[in-house]
C-alpha cells in the first residue's frame, strides 16, 4: 500500500531566529550558505522499501517533513518506526526507492540533524553530571580531549543555555544516574540540540514517562518546535500526550504509510483502508484517541534493537 498525503503541510515555516544561531558555540561555526539547505522539505522519503533479516519491514512508503513542522511517526511494535528514522540517516539502508536528509543522501547531513535514539536509562551508579551530557553533543566527538580555552567557555555558555532552556537548570549538576527519567529525557534532549540543529529525530522521547512528565516533555518539545524553528520528526507509540501540537501524522501499516493531519489520519476509516482490516478509532470524553482493533506487526522481534 502506498502512502496518501492526504494534505501538505499547513504550516508556514517559522520566521522567529532559530536555535542554530543561538546555540552554536565558535566550534561550531555557522556555515556557509549551504546550496542545499533551500525552504524546500527537511526530509523527503519516495516510494521507500526497507529488508531487515530475509523479511520486508515496509514498502512503498513516502513521506516529509517541511522546516519548522511537528510530525509524529505512529503505528504499531514492530512496524518499523524506529527503521524510518534510521533509513533517514543512512543507518539502515533503503532496498529501494529514495531519500534525502536536509537535501543529501541519508548520512550526508547527519551532523545538522539532533537525533535522540530509543531509549537507553543511565545506570543509577553513573557520576556524570547532567551537563556534561548536554556538554557531550557538542565536544563528545573528541573522545574527551578538551577544547581549547576560548572555545571551552563558550561550549560551556552554550551548555548553560541550552540546560536554561529545556528547564534542567535545577538538578544539571546533579548525577545523571540519580535523575528521574523525564529530568534526564530534558537533558537528553538538550544534548541533541546542542549542535543547532534545523530537524530533531526524537525516537519515543516520552516512553517510560509517567502521564505528567510525557505532558511536560511534549510540551517541551512543541516550544522548541515552535518557538526556535526547529521542525520534529517523532516517533510516539501513544499519539495522545502530543496530538494537541501536532502539524501532520506519518502512520505506518504493513506495507506502506499515510500521512496527513491527526484528523484526517487517525480515523476508522483511514486505518481500516490502511491496515486492510477493521479498526475503529473512538475518541473518549477527555479528547483521548483509542484506536481498537489495530494489528501487531509479525512477530519476528528477535534483537529489535540491536543494530543502535
Ligand atoms: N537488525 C535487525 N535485523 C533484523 N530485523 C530487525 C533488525 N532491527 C529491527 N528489526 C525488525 O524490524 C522491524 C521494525 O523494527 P522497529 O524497531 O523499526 O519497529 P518499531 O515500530 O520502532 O517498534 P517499537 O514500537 O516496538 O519500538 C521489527 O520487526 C524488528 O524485529
Redesign the pocket.
Known sequence: MSLVNLRSPVRPAPSKPSLAGAARPASAPRRAKDPHAADGPLVEVADAS?V????T??STVSASVAPGEFVA?L????????????ACLGL?PLASGRVRLLGRAPGGANAEVGYLP?RRSFDASLRVRGLDVVRLGLDGDRWGLPLPGRRSREAAATVARLVELVGAGAYAHRPVGQLSGGEQQRLLIAQALARGPRLLML??PL?SLDLPNQAAVAGLISRICRDEGVAVMM?A?DVNPILGYLDRVIY?GQGGAVSGTPDEVITSDTLSRLYGTPIEVLTASDGRLVVVGQPE???????????R
Open positions: 526497507v531487515m533479516g530475509g523479511r519491514v515496509w511517526i503505528g504499531p511494535n514492530g512496524v518499523g518506526k524506529s527503521t524510518l528514522l534510521k539502515i530509543q525516537d519515543e516512553d516517533v507509540h505506518l506487526a509479525p512477530a519476528q522481534h528477535t534483537d529489535r534493537h540491536g543494530d
